[in-house]
């Protein structure tokens, strides 16, 4: 038979006092009243008629895990008595949110129980009920195999938590940027949540940490607060939501020490403390910062606010299901922790897009950092290598005026005015020529063989013929458009002539070839019928050592200059000429111009 007492306005009275108080019997195996809120005790008897077997049955009792069942033993009929001790029967928790006390009566053994559910924390009505073990472990097995895909799912929000987390960890460590660590502890919370949920809704050993299940959900907003103020750069883009974002983790921080510390020095009844609409404030209050942040110019404010609307919404919609009693562990869309974590995924696509979005906006700044720090050094190096080219023009120029006022001296010397007249026009013009080009880095075609004609037509009247000279140019060559560096040619042609015309008592001749191999190559060839460069070599002129060493030095500066800052190839290739009997007939010169 079961018995109840109705719960009087005084203090609950201890299980020793309520054995003598008075209890309304009934016959009824399961009872229910319109208000079992009213119940303090229920007390109920059974007893095992067998002389060899031990009973075993399972009281469950539904709702909250508030219940505590003590027994005393009795044989023949129970009388209360101050001598009999009382035994407690220890509630276990099987699945979602059901627990029982396994019951054990030897033969010929009755018990006597009394049932309290400590109704100032969860007032709820509750009504036991008593079932074989066999039975028992049947539903629980049924109950399991209905909940395998909340299971599923649950776990496997849960390692997607710890896997992402793991990630922002290790960002974190390689970029140094507190945005990802901000990222990792929200995810890492979030997972210790989940886990935290699964021992309410599927059979696990109780964990030592599921009473701080209210401060890891503050741990939660914490971390978000601090990851969503750090991704939109508040201090700097939002001063004033920079310090509504300070003041609302103050205020984050000091509920979470309140909770903890209620939890540890009051783990039945610190819920009382605790005014839930504390935590509601403050994430009204967050709320308020995140419709703020709406209005920044950031990228990727969209994906943020969907993903913090998502988890917003699926939150709410879980609230309402566990509030207005709509719960059903038998499908995914009315379990509250399964429906949070659906929006918990939907955050985490819409702000893993937030990030990847804003790496990629870091890595395109850092590229055209870089470029432009590319630039600027390729710039420089430019102006560098113009100046030193400028340098080496100047230097060219000198040298070639002075070879030119030596032969306008010889002429002056041996009074030939009329020669000395032809000379010094074609000298003049020359000079203008070369000044002009001194200004320019690069020269049409047209201009540099004008000044390289003027050029040999003044060696041919110095050197009263002993000197002749062959241009040839292809007939599709665009002597107007083409362009090259100026008097790049000509020290090919003077050294042609110093060092391997001068040495034959006959003179000889120059011939220079410009072709176009291919479209954007322009090729110079200076060929002569002189001594060639072993000859030339014995001999020890001090003057043609000296025009050598000089000209030829500065020429090759120039194209090692001109190929540094044009990123080009030009190059000069020099072979011996030689007859049938490997007799030395001249030299040639290839020099390879990219245009």
Not at 177 to 199: K, R, T
Not at 252 to 262: D, E, G, K, M, R
Not at 466 to 492: G, M, S, W
Not at 504 to 514: M, N, Q, S, Y
């Amino acid at each position: 038979f079961m018995a109840f007492l109705h719960k009087t306005s005084q203090q609950k009275p201890a299980f020793e006092a309520i054995k003598y108080a008075p209890f309304v019997h009934t016959n009824a195996r399961r009872y229910a009243l319109d208000s079992l809120k009213d119940i303090a005790f229920i007390r109920f008897s059974i007893q095992n008629t067998h002389s060899k077997d031990t009973l075993k049955l399972m009281l469950e009792v539904d709702g909250q895990n508030h219940f505590y069942l003590k027994y005393e033993s009795f044989s023949g009929n129970w009388q209360p008595t101050h001598h009999a001790p009382l035994h407690e029967v220890a509630l276990q928790k099987f699945m979602y949110e059901q627990f029982a006390f396994p019951l054990s009566l030897p033969p010929n053994t009755g018990h006597i129980y009394w049932l309290n559910h400590d109704d100032s924390l969860f007032p709820i009505d509750f009504i036991p009920t008593l079932i074989s073990t066999q039975a028992f472990i049947r539903s629980q097995n049924e109950q399991l195999q209905a909940q395998r895909f909340n299971f599923g799912f649950l776990w496997f929000v849960l390692g997607v938590g710890v896997f992402l987390s793991i990630f922002g960890y290790i960002m974190f460590f390689l970029n140094k940027q507190v945005i990802y660590l901000w990222w990792g502890c929200y995810l890492s919370c979030n997972a210790l949540f989940f886990l935290m949920m699964s021992d309410y809704l599927f059979v696990f050993p109780q964990l030592p940490f599921i009473g701080l299940i209210i401060p890891v959900q503050h741990l939660i907003l914490l971390c978000y607060v601090l990851f969503f103020s750090t991704f939109f750069n508040f201090k700097t883009n939002a001063p004033f939501l920079h310090k509504a974002t300070i003041g609302l983790c103050c205020c984050i921080v000091l509920l979470l020490v309140v909770t903890v510390v209620l939890v540890r020095l009051f783990p039945e009844t610190w819920f009382d403390f605790i005014d839930d609409r504390l935590f509601f404030i403050v994430q009204f209050w967050f709320l308020a910062v995140l419709i703020s942040s709406f209005f920044l110019k950031i990228p990727q404010k969209s994906y943020i606010v969907c993903g913090s609307i998502c988890l917003i919404v699926f939150s709410i919609w879980a609230v309402c299901i566990d509030t207005f009693g709509q719960t059903d562990y038998d499908s995914l869309l009315t379990t509250p922790a399964c429906i949070y974590g659906i929006g918990f995924l939907f955050e985490l696509l819409f702000l893993s897009l937030a990030l990847s979005e804003r790496a990629k906006f870091e890595q395109k700044d850092r590229l055209d950092i870089k470029r432009k720090m590319e630039e600027e050094r390729i710039h420089f190096h430019h102006q560098i290598a113009q100046t030193e080219i400028a340098a080496l023009r100047a230097q060219m120029n000198p040298h070639f005026i002075f070879n030119c006022l030596n032969s306008i001296q010889l002429y002056t010397i041996q009074n030939n005015t009329e020669k000395a007249t032809e000379y010094l026009t074609k000298f003049s013009r020359l000079i203008r020529l070369v000044l002009e080009n001194s200004r320019s880095e690069k020269v049409t075609l047209e201009n540099e063989l004008e000044t390289l004609r003027l050029y040999l037509d003044m060696e041919t009247m110095r050197f009263r013929g002993k000197v002749n000279y062959q241009i040839h140019i292809e007939d599709t060559i665009d002597q107007a458009y083409l362009q090259i560096p100026p008097l790049l040619v000509q020290p090919f042609v003077e050294n042609a002539i110093w060092h391997g015309l001068m040495h034959k008592d006959e003179g000889g001749t120059v011939h220079i070839g410009v072709t176009q191999p291919k479209p954007d190559l322009l090729q110079v060839e200076i060929r002569d019928d002189g001594i060639g460069r072993q000859k030339a070599a014995e001999y020890k002129s001090k003057s043609a050592t000296k025009n050598k060493s000089f000209g030829m030095k500065v020429t090759a500066e120039r194209i090692e200059l001109i190929n540094q800052l044009y990123h080009t190839n030009t190059r000069v290739e020099i072979i011996d000429l030689k007859n049938r009997k490997n007799e030395v007939m001249g030299t040639k010169v290839t020099v390879k111009i990219p245009i």
